[in-house]
């Protein structure tokens, strides 16, 4: 199930707001070893407190968080204009009402993965999907994100590859680049073949506005 809430509204679901946030935590510093913030368990920075939409894979059974990602408007203060533009030769320019700038894409490490027949782990295609959907459904045009080279292939696979511009291989890092993801109806049903997923599933059970 595909559940979107904006942050200001994620106090009625503290119990999902609890598990995005320690998600985050094993993901990006325990595993990932990102320089990012924890406090408590909890991982959480100035992006947080800027009202961005959180789209979320829930399983159906238990109702526990199997993956989130987190999206703000280009128009406003975002990831890509403030951190990531250090890390390319040219910056990216992407900035527009619509466009919408994508973030902390994570998935649960505890939940045994099911997969869609190209091999996806079924949280991820809900992941895009998700965002997919919530674009369209607000006239967001194109997302903007930044990704590890390895992970050009999981989009290919999902049936929603982005075009790429921006590349970057510092020494002693991952190879990453910026990347837009037309957002589109075809990109939607290209998702959702590429997933396995009958029409009309996986529903987003709710938005907050």
Not at 108 to 129: I, M, Q, R
Request: net charge negative; hydrophobic share 45%.
């Amino acid at each position: 199930m595909i559940f979107n809430v904006y942050a200001n509204d994620l106090h009625r679901h503290s119990d999902l707001a609890d598990q995005i946030f320690r998600m985050r935590a094993r993901v990006f510093k325990d595993r990932l070893s990102w320089d990012v913030n924890v406090e408590n368990g909890i991982e959480r920075d100035e992006y947080d407190d800027l009202d961005p939409l959180y789209v979320m894979s829930i399983d159906d059974r238990s109702g526990l968080l199997r993956g989130a990602v987190r999206i703000l408007p280009t128009t406003g203060r975002h990831m890509m204009g403030d951190i990531f533009n250090d890390f390319f030769d040219e910056p990216v320019l992407a900035q527009s009402p619509q466009i919408w700038e994508c973030t902390r894409f994570a998935i649960h490490p505890d939940f045994e993965a099911t997969l869609t027949p190209t091999g996806l782990n079924v949280a991820t295609s809900e992941l895009l999907l998700g965002v997919c959907d919530a674009a369209r459904a607000s006239g967001v045009t194109q997302i903007l994100g930044v990704s590890e080279m390895p992970m050009l292939r999981i989009y290919r696979r999902s049936g929603w590859a982005p075009e790429i511009v921006g590349r970057s291989a510092r020494p002693g890092t991952v190879a990453i680049f910026a990347g837009l993801w037309d957002v589109s109806r075809e990109a939607s049903l290209s998702i959702r073949s590429q997933a396995g997923f009958a029409a009309g599933l996986p529903a987003t059970e709710a938005m907050a506005a």
